[in-house]
Every structure is written in structure tokens, then in C-alpha cells.
């Protein structure tokens, strides 16, 4: 994983201060503060009805979505689809050092790479500090 700076450390304290989940993975994708964290503590991190996020989001500003933290690289179709989503993706794979997704159509390839590729740049930084990979859209 990469370096933690300052901003993301805050984040996963105050993660863990309201719902009293750990966490070492934490990023920004298009305007949405994510949170990884295990499979077993992601409903204690949401909260009954959402109240953790809704806590969170009240004290930062910003959108909150808890995802399942991957387990290796067989997860990786899974995470990039919890990230990108409700964008629905036709195929990911992991080939020769690099993470291949198929977005379908022209639509679904416009909403992954965003204007002036800031969302590509954005999933692209996240994969590499996670996966050590690079990334290719088609």
C-alpha cells in the first residue's frame, strides 16, 4: 500500500472513533470517501440504518461508501466494481503486470475515464498503491 498522508489518517481515525472498525485503506474516487474494511465488519462500519456514515459525512463533507477490503488478487474484479459502481463493467483481468477492464460500451467507458481522465488518474493512483499494477481501459 502507499503512504498515508495526513488527510487519510484523520479519515480512518475518525472511522474508527465513530464506529469502531480498523482500517489501513482509505481513498478518494470521484468525490467519495472510501473506506476498506474487512468482510466481517463492514455492516458494524455502516451502522444501523447508515447512522455511522451519516455521522461521518455530517463531520467531513463529503459522500462515504464502506466497501469489502480485497483478500489478493481474486478480488480485484470485485473491488474495482464496489469503486466504480453503479458503472457496470463487462470483464477485469490482471495480464502481464497490468489490470485490463472491458467497460462495454462507449458510455460506460466515458464514465470510468471522466473528463480530462481525472477518474482514470484517480482509479489508476489507487490501483498502483494497491496492487503494484497499472491500468488499461478498453
Known amino acids: 500500500m502507499g503512504v498515508i498522508d495526513m488527510r487519510a489518517m484523520r479519515y480512518i481515525n475518525l472511522l474508527d472513533k465513530i464506529a469502531k472498525v480498523k482500517t489501513r485503506k482509505c481513498f478518494v474516487h470521484n468525490n467519495i470517501l472510501f473506506f476498506a474494511v474487512n468482510g466481517k465488519s463492514v455492516s458494524r462500519a455502516i451502522g444501523p440504518a447508515a447512522s455511522n456514515i451519516k455521522n461521518i459525512q455530517e463531520k467531513i463533507g463529503k459522500k462515504v461508501r464502506i466497501i469489502r477490503e480485497d483478500e489478493g488478487l481474486d478480488d480485484v474484479k470485485r473491488f474495482i466494481e464496489d469503486i466504480v459502481s453503479p458503472v457496470r463493467l ?30 482514470y488518474l484517480e482509479l489508476k493512483k489507487i490501483l498502483q498503491d494497491f496492487y503494484h499494477l497499472d491500468l488499461k481501459i478498453i
Request: glycine share 10%.
Open 90 to 119: 463487462k470483464s477485469v483481468e490482471v495480464k502481464e503486470g497490468c489490470i485490463v477492464i472491458t467497460a462495454g460500451n462507449n458510455q460506460n467507458k466515458a464514465s470510468l475515464i471522466g473528463r480530462n481522465k481525472r477518474r
